[in-house]
């Protein structure tokens, strides 16, 4: 999958010391998000469906 073009946003609840910061990206034309770790933006990207990111997000924080 061509991630080239991927505008890469950093979560919301990332650290801003440029330590454990995730970054995100909508997949086009797919409901699925990419997520990659941003000391390594070369690195391996994770693809999950909107749900899954959610689901795992709650279940982080204790909400579900």
Same mark, same amino acid.
């Given at each position: 999958?061509?991630l080239? /073009?991927? #505008?890469?946003r /950093? %979560?919301? *609840?990332?650290?801003?010391n440029?330590?454990?910061?995730? #970054?995100l990206a909508d997949?086009a034309g797919?409901?699925? =998000?990419?997520? *990659?770790?941003?000391?390594d @933006?070369?690195g @391996? =990207?994770l693809l999950v469906t *909107?749900? %899954?990111? *959610?689901? %795992?997000?709650q279940?982080?924080a204790g909400?579900?």
């Amino acid at each position: 999958m061509d991630l080239s /073009k991927a #505008e890469w946003r /950093k %979560a919301t *609840r990332s650290l801003n010391n440029g330590g454990e910061c995730v #970054e995100l990206a909508d997949v086009a034309g797919a409901s699925a =998000v990419a997520v *990659r770790d941003s000391k390594d @933006p070369d690195g @391996p =990207v994770l693809l999950v469906t *909107r749900a %899954a990111l *959610r689901t %795992a997000v709650q279940s982080a924080a204790g909400t579900h």
